[in-house]
């Protein structure tokens, strides 16, 4: 006898799959993005109050990864307005273990203060300072001493030279089988001219231009394609890298 849990598992991981090669839903798929993208869309969402500049497709995903991994230490570069934190940090506080650690260069005193003051900042820890430098590092390093399990947000600078290096001293803390997720790859993807105002990244000079010159000498961390074919909709398109050993 069929299970029916099992097989709409299945039915779902082949629907997924198909969506690879589905040439209209990826064209439906990448209008969207790069008119969504053109309007700010990623800011028109809240979390429990704080504003989180993430599309909702994204956050299911982080929402799905976070219940499978279940990770004592949740790293995100880049703070903002700190949705993503308190995100983070109420699933963690539903599964029922693990903390969130954010590092900006620059926390934003009215910032900061909302993000004190809310009921899910008992499971969240901030560092203000570059997220490469050595200093921060070893802070991170001592917040990571006894996790079995880690996951990782890159979300700060944007540039391939910064994420380049964050990829390559955030993957060490990574457990096997969780990830290192890269948001805004998105931008090698847009068209060209694209930012109304001029940003120090672009194309050719970004996080996805950062994932690939990362992978290119490792074997440890593949790109989650399932989920890229899943969401389609995405500012982290080729992000999600998984450790797989």
């Known amino acids: 006898m069929v299970n029916p849990i099992e097989a709409f598992i299945e039915e779902r991981k082949q629907r997924i799959e198909s969506n690879g090669n589905n ?132 979300d700060s600078n944007h540039t391939h030279e910064h994420v380049l290096n964050e990829l390559q001293l955030y993957a060490p803390f990574v457990s096997v089988g969780s990830y290192i997720v890269v948001f805004d790859t998105i931008v090698e993807d847009l068209p060209e001219n694209y930012f109304k105002e001029k940003r120090p990244w672009g194309i050719g000079n970004n996080p996805k231009t950062a994932v690939r010159e990362f992978l290119k000498d490792k074997d440890n961390f593949v790109i989650d394609k399932s989920i890229d074919n899943k969401l389609l909709i995405s500012v982290a398109p080729e992000g999600y890298l998984k450790r797989i050993k």
């Open 23 to 154: 040439s209209v839903l990826k064209d439906a798929a990448k209008k969207f993005n790069d008119a969504s993208n053109s309007n700010q869309y990623s800011y028109n969402f809240s979390w429990m109050g704080r504003p989180i500049i993430q599309y909702p497709q994204d956050m299911i995903a982080m929402q799905e990864i976070i219940w499978e991994v279940k990770p004592d230490l949740i790293i995100e570069t880049g703070i903002a307005h700190g949705g993503s934190l308190i995100y983070y940090a109420s699933l963690l506080e539903l599964i029922g273990n693990g903390e969130v650690l954010g590092i900006d260069i620059d926390i934003r005193a009215h910032n900061k203060t909302e993000i004190e003051k809310h009921q899910m900042y008992k499971r969240i820890k901030m560092i203000e300072g570059s997220a490469i430098s050595e200093s921060i590092i070893d802070q991170v390093k001592a917040a990571a001493a006894g996790k079995e399990k880690i996951l990782v947000c890159l």
